[in-house]
């Protein structure tokens, strides 16, 4: 028997909100797949998820991870290379524009405000799931997620010359050997997670830019500077708008 489509979703949301609360894939999968088949045997009897879970949602999801083993492991794992590769991205995209020039604004506000905007990332959605938020809301949740994230840094490239000159500068060498490093940190965290965003992003945020910016292109629109970053900026927030609402569904289909 086929679940209702709010069983569905309930399970969905469940699973999302277990995983960015850093519960094990093993216990998720066997939480979710009993209470799969309690859900198909109670609406054979004609009940719906709120009397089989008997609270609200958000209750149900707090309690049930609160009773769940959190994998601290995985979790010290994470972050460490996600903020290697991070760094790796910030590297490429400055490689592209003038080399590596950093000041000591963008050394410690780079990695501060990544992982203050991961941490609000994870609320929200956790949020999501646990309050059963429509696709119009998470539509709009997500697009405001995104242009937080955009808007984070170009702040930050925008006042880095206000905190005094560049503190970390690197020869031509010393940029190719940067950029061959960050490429292959993106490459093998992307194998290593099973997941195209490591490549995906650098793609998405520079790409739209550097093709905005060839000749032969830049002749025919004859945009200003601003009008190029205007629509660079655009570009990129569509694609990974896009990419983020393809991999949130995955995630909770999973």
Known sequence: MQLSKKSEQFLENLRLYLVTSGKKDKEINDIVNELEDHLREAEKRGKNVDKIIGRSPKEYMENLAGEMTTDHKMIMKILPVFLIGFCAFIALGDLIKEGIRYTWLELIGYPVTVLILLSIIIVSIKGMAANQIGEKAQLIIMSMLVLLQIGS????????????????ILNEVGNWIVGIIASLVLITISIW????????LPFAVYVPEVVLELDWIAERTGWSE??????????TFGLILIYILIVFRTLKQK
């Open 153 to 168: 840094f170009i702040t930050l490239i925008f006042l880095k010359d206000q905190f005094g000159p560049p503190v970390f």
């Open 226 to 235: 601003v009008t190029n970053v205007f629509v660079s900026t655009g570009i």
């Open 193 to 200: 997670s099973k997941t195209w965003t490591p490549i995906f």
